[in-house]
């Protein structure tokens, strides 16, 4: 029997010692509606962590607030429960193929491997927390999956009381690691900020989480294939993160405009939906202006013409799918230019403006 | 019909630019360090260029009549106001210079400390009331010298102090008090005929500005480095160092092998060299060329010297200035028993090391009752042992709790990865870690 997908998703918005959040548990849910639909993994094994499930800490007990790390720490045992249930019955110890672990919450990065969030009853003096990426990395050195994706959007700022709690469960020191998998994205690099901001009308949403999102339901598809690649993803992310942020935001060196994304292992994070044909990928508006009326064709990555137009108005509006592209307009040609498939902040698609020289 | 092949050439004035071609879905299909020259189908491409934490993009149609792409040098982020960082005045390294020429106040013999605290904007308007307050430097005596006394060049703008002070060879801190009145120290050594110069940005910190001490860089020479192109290097080197990147290109390589002239380049590119694979042979001709600047007693110099397959190598009894360095001892002291000596300066700190990034950090005790961060790593260790215990509880005994009477307390005989992995999460040898297991 083919080993399930699990996922870990954790969003937490209560902070009473340290100030509480607005779109964590939004953006957590967000992604398990995704992960448990598009993203394959059965409702079942998917943990869903947020605020609202638990009840309020007494405001005189913020260290009683939930979630804390136990939560977190019984998923872990939970998948190394399976482990041995596995084991037992004579499958191996592997636990699945993939592992999603998705957290939003206040976060702090004394280094780029230190990295850890927050649980609900953390204080400054108190600062309790997981070390996700290091429970990444052991999930997938261990052996307990082929493939490891991490999400976290959370700030990294340094906060110095905080030590990390390392993960509390033994490699399984399964061979075959050359054929694991994994991609991991952090929402900011150090010392920097993740920003929640109202975004699209519906409450407070995280720059990340969003970018992520969009990418993950399809904007980061390869145009030619259909797969949403670790490469792809990736791109999509440190193109498309501050296409959400003002000229204020951007101009803040605190503030993420980019992710911290480790050079993946290349492998495909969702593949093409049923019947992909490239003139099913989505499109994104194009502005060319030509110096006047023209003929004008646009090539493609592989110099191939993309599309035609004899007499091509100016301004010469087109749509593209996301990806290189040149635009020829003979004499004259304009540098090479990328359609991102950005979206900005209205949730509109961001208008590419090219002109020919 | 194969498209036709041309060689896509990058150059970059930064011999440590890491760069990458992607293909049209964003696959990375060349990669280089300095200088690439690939051979690629036709076609349009995008390069990206990064030196340090900053990086330029650039996308080219690659067919035979492509020029050379060429990338400038580009701008870092530095506290140290070196040429080509992004956060560098002229007139902030000109305070520099003149601190450094001014007469230095001597509490000592035979070396030098130079410290530096700034301001940085855009528009160089952000004042700082006392940019010299806060800070002081803490001696071998244990005696304190506020950073105001020896400050002698103070300016408006971009605030700046700027401070230099003759000092007898040793061990010395740079202490930081913070609002609440609790302190922040990291190391300074001062080695024979060296200036250890220390340069701080401003950052908020408990809604004040505050010399951002843990994030500060050092350099270590024998004059102000504001022009030095090899501190510069050093800065995108501990940025690679931080961030796990690959920067050593033969250019680099060719430095470590025996022209490196600021030691913080050497110290910093050994620890990259030991990330490297068959690297044994330049790793030792750098340690000891760092041991011949420095001197075999310099702890990160020490730290060194553990990964050179000496049996016995000589204790160390002061805290390294980096926080690899700190890794490394920490990491050695579990097969080395006395690499760190039992009362030194050393094992002092390693209670109250708080978790950092670059530079070894700690927080020294409010008085001689306060444990209050052994206390704290001690809550990491006892939530670790219970997680670990419960992990192995056979199935169906339940959630293991330390009062559960099925049970019993939680075994602290732990295996040598979980005493790694404690050790690295809270930063403290062997030792540290074995008194709080005994303490659970």
């Given at each position: 029997?083919?080993l399930?997908?699990?996922?870990?998703?954790v969003?937490?918005?209560?902070?009473?010692?340290?100030?509480p959040?607005?779109g964590a548990?939004?953006?957590?849910?967000?992604?398990y509606?995704?992960?448990?639909?598009?993203?394959?993994?059965?409702?079942?094994?998917?943990?869903?962590?947020v605020?609202?499930?638990?009840e309020?800490?007494?405001?005189?007990?913020?260290w009683?607030?939930?979630?804390?790390?136990?939560a977190i720490?019984d998923?872990?045992?939970a998948?190394?429960?399976?482990?041995?249930?596995?084991d037992?019955?004579?499958e191996g110890?592997?636990?699945?193929k993939r592992?999603?672990?998705y957290?939003?919450g206040?976060?702090?990065?004394?280094?780029?491997?230190?990295?850890?969030?927050?649980?609900?009853?953390?204080?400054?003096?108190?600062?309790?927390?997981?070390a996700?990426m290091w429970w990444?990395n052991?999930m997938?050195?261990?052996?307990?999956f082929?493939?490891?994706?991490?999400?976290?959007?959370?700030?990294r700022?340094p906060?110095?009381?905080?030590?990390?709690s390392?993960?509390?469960?033994?490699?399984?020191g399964?061979?075959?690691?050359?054929?694991r998998r994994?991609?991991?994205?952090?929402?900011a690099k150090?010392?920097?900020?993740?920003l929640?901001k109202a975004?699209?009308?519906?409450?407070?949403?995280?720059?990340?989480s969003v970018?992520?999102?969009a990418?993950l339901r399809g904007?980061?598809r390869?145009?030619?294939?259909?797969e949403i690649?670790a490469?792809?993803?990736?791109?999509?992310l440190?193109?498309?993160?501050?296409?959400l942020?003002?000229?204020?935001?951007l101009a803040?060196p605190?503030?993420a405009n980019?992710?911290?994304v480790?050079d993946?292992?290349p492998?495909?994070?969702v593949?093409?939906?049923?019947?992909w044909?490239a003139a099913a990928?989505?499109e994104?508006?194009?502005?060319?202006?030509?110096?006047?009326?023209?003929?004008?064709?646009?090539?493609?990555?592989d110099?191939k013409?993309?599309v035609?137009?004899t007499?091509a108005?100016?301004?010469?509006?087109?749509?593209?799918?996301?990806?290189?592209?040149?635009?020829?307009?003979?004499?004259f040609?304009?540098?090479v230019f990328?359609?991102?498939?950005a979206?900005?902040?209205?949730?509109?698609?961001?208008?590419?403006?090219?002109?020919v020289? | 019909?194969?498209?036709?092949?041309s060689?896509?050439?990058?150059?970059s004035?930064?011999?440590?630019?890491q760069i990458?071609?992607?293909?049209?879905?964003?696959?990375v299909?060349?990669?280089g360090i300095?200088?690439l020259?690939a051979?690629l189908?036709?076609?349009?491409?995008?390069?990206?260029?990064?030196?340090?934490?900053?990086?330029?993009?650039?996308?080219?149609?690659?067919?035979?009549?492509?020029?050379?792409?060429?990338?400038?040098?580009?701008?870092?982020?530095s506290?140290?106001p070196i040429?080509?960082?992004?956060?560098?005045?002229?007139?902030?390294?000109?305070?520099v210079?003149?601190?450094?020429?001014?007469p230095?106040?001597?509490l000592?013999?035979?070396s030098r400390?130079?410290i530096?605290?700034r301001?940085?904007?855009l528009?160089n308007?952000?004042s700082h009331?006392?940019?010299a307050?806060a800070?002081?430097i803490?001696l071998?005596s244990?005696d304190?010298v506020?950073?105001?006394?020896?400050?002698?060049?103070?300016?408006q703008g971009?605030?700046?102090?700027i401070?230099?002070?003759?000092v007898?060879?040793?061990?010395?801190?740079?202490?930081l008090e913070?609002?609440?009145?609790s302190?922040l120290?990291?190391a300074?050594?001062?080695?024979?005929?060296?200036t250890t110069?220390?340069?701080?940005?401003?950052?908020?910190?408990?809604?004040?500005r505050?010399p951002?001490l843990?994030?500060?860089s050092?350099?270590?020479?024998?004059?102000?480095v504001v022009?030095d192109?090899?501190?510069?290097?050093a800065e995108?080197?501990?940025?690679a160092?931080?961030?796990?990147?690959a920067?050593l290109?033969?250019?680099m390589?060719?430095?470590?092998?025996?022209?490196f002239?600021?030691?913080?380049?050497g110290l910093i590119?050994?620890?990259?060299?030991l990330r490297?694979?068959?690297q044994?042979?330049?790793?030792?001709?750098?340690v000891?060329n760092?041991?011949s600047?420095?001197g075999?007693?310099?702890?990160?110099v020490?730290?060194?010297?553990t990964?050179i397959?000496?049996?016995?190598?000589?204790?160390?009894?002061?805290?390294?200035?980096?926080q690899?360095?700190w890794?490394?001892?920490?990491?050695?002291s579990?097969?080395?028993p006395?690499l760190?000596?039992?009362?030194?300066a050393?094992?002092?700190?390693?209670?109250?090391v708080?978790p950092?990034?670059?530079?070894?950090?700690?927080?020294p005790?409010?008085?001689?009752?306060?444990?209050s961060r052994l206390?704290?790593?001690?809550e990491v260790?006892r939530?670790?042992?219970?997680?670990?215990?419960?992990?192995?509880?056979?199935?169906g005994?339940?959630?293991?709790?330390?009062?559960?009477?099925?049970?019993?307390?939680?075994?602290v005989?732990?295996?040598?990865?979980?005493?790694?992995?404690?050790?690295?999460?809270?930063?403290?040898?062997r030792?540290?870690?074995?008194?709080?297991l005994?303490r659970?």
């Amino acid at each position: 029997m083919p080993l399930a997908d699990r996922a870990l998703i954790v969003g937490i918005d209560r902070y009473p010692a340290l100030g509480p959040l607005s779109g964590a548990e939004r953006d957590a849910t967000e992604f398990y509606k995704w992960v448990t639909t598009a993203g394959g993994v059965d409702p079942a094994n998917a943990t869903s962590i947020v605020s609202s499930a638990f009840e309020r800490a007494p405001e005189l007990k913020p260290w009683a607030e939930q979630p804390a790390q136990q939560a977190i720490d019984d998923f872990f045992h939970a998948v190394q429960a399976t482990s041995d249930e596995n084991d037992a019955a004579g499958e191996g110890p592997q636990v699945g193929k993939r592992l999603y672990m998705y957290f939003s919450g206040h976060g702090f990065a004394p280094a780029l491997d230190k990295s850890g969030v927050l649980m609900a009853n953390a204080s400054r003096t108190a600062p309790i927390n997981v070390a996700a990426m290091w429970w990444a990395n052991r999930m997938y050195e261990g052996g307990w999956f082929d493939e490891v994706l991490l999400f976290q959007d959370a700030c990294r700022e340094p906060m110095r009381q905080a030590d990390l709690s390392p993960p509390f469960l033994v490699s399984l020191g399964l061979s075959g690691q050359e054929n694991r998998r994994r991609f991991f994205a952090l929402s900011a690099k150090n010392d920097q900020l993740s920003l929640e901001k109202a975004i699209g009308g519906g409450g407070a949403r995280g720059v990340f989480s969003v970018t992520l999102l969009a990418g993950l339901r399809g904007a980061a598809r390869d145009a030619r294939t259909g797969e949403i690649t670790a490469a792809q993803l990736k791109a999509y992310l440190q193109s498309n993160m501050k296409n959400l942020l003002t000229p204020q935001e951007l101009a803040n060196p605190e503030i993420a405009n980019q992710p911290e994304v480790f050079d993946p292992d290349p492998f495909v994070i969702v593949g093409a939906p049923p019947g992909w044909t490239a003139a099913a990928a989505e499109e994104f508006p194009v502005r060319v202006s030509l110096n006047g009326s023209r003929d004008a064709r646009i090539i493609g990555h592989d110099l191939k013409d993309h599309v035609t137009q004899t007499g091509a108005p100016d301004p010469w509006n087109v749509t593209l799918p996301r990806g290189y592209f040149r635009v020829l307009a003979d004499p004259f040609s304009s540098d090479v230019f990328e359609v991102t498939g950005a979206l900005v902040a209205d949730g509109a698609k961001e208008v590419i403006d090219v002109a020919v020289q | 019909m194969s498209p036709s092949n041309s060689t896509l050439g990058i150059s970059s004035d930064d011999p440590t630019a890491q760069i990458k071609v992607f293909d049209g879905s964003a696959n990375v299909v060349a990669r280089g360090i300095g200088a690439l020259d690939a051979p690629l189908a036709d076609g349009l491409y995008k390069i990206r260029v990064r030196v340090g934490s900053e990086f330029q993009e650039r996308l080219v149609a690659l067919d035979s009549k492509l020029p050379q792409q060429h990338f400038d040098r580009l701008d870092i982020a530095s506290p140290i106001p070196i040429d080509n960082t992004a956060r560098s005045h002229e007139y902030h390294q000109a305070a520099v210079r003149q601190a450094w020429n001014y007469p230095a106040p001597a509490l000592g013999l035979g070396s030098r400390l130079l410290i530096s605290a700034r301001e940085w904007s855009l528009d160089n308007r952000r004042s700082h009331l006392d940019p010299a307050g806060a800070l002081s430097i803490v001696l071998p005596s244990g005696d304190k010298v506020n950073f105001a006394a020896i400050a002698k060049v103070r300016q408006q703008g971009d605030a700046c102090a700027i401070g230099v002070v003759d000092v007898d060879p040793g061990f010395y801190a740079v202490e930081l008090e913070l609002p609440d009145g609790s302190r922040l120290r990291r190391a300074l050594h001062a080695s024979p005929g060296w200036t250890t110069q220390l340069y701080m940005l401003f950052r908020d910190a408990a809604g004040q500005r505050l010399p951002d001490l843990a994030g500060g860089s050092v350099a270590i020479a024998h004059q102000p480095v504001v022009h030095d192109a090899q501190t510069r290097l050093a800065e995108i080197a501990l940025d690679a160092l931080t961030q796990h990147r690959a920067i050593l290109s033969d250019h680099m390589r060719q430095l470590l092998s025996g022209k490196f002239e600021q030691p913080l380049l050497g110290l910093i590119g050994a620890h990259l060299l030991l990330r490297e694979p068959d690297q044994t042979g330049l790793f030792g001709i750098v340690v000891d060329n760092l041991t011949s600047m420095l001197g075999i007693d310099h702890p990160d110099v020490g730290a060194l010297r553990t990964k050179i397959g000496e049996t016995a190598p000589a204790p160390v009894t002061e805290p390294p200035m980096l926080q690899v360095s700190w890794d490394l001892l920490v990491q050695a002291s579990s097969r080395i028993p006395g690499l760190i000596p039992p009362g030194t300066a050393a094992a002092r700190i390693a209670e109250s090391v708080v978790p950092a990034d670059a530079w070894l950090v700690w927080q020294p005790p409010a008085g001689q009752n306060d444990t209050s961060r052994l206390d704290a790593k001690l809550e990491v260790v006892r939530a670790y042992v219970q997680a670990r215990a419960q992990a192995r509880l056979p199935r169906g005994l339940g959630t293991f709790a330390f009062d559960s009477p099925i049970v019993g307390p939680p075994s602290v005989d732990l295996d040598e990865e979980a005493r790694s992995d404690l050790t690295r999460a809270l930063g403290v040898p062997r030792m540290t870690l074995d008194t709080l297991l005994k303490r659970l």
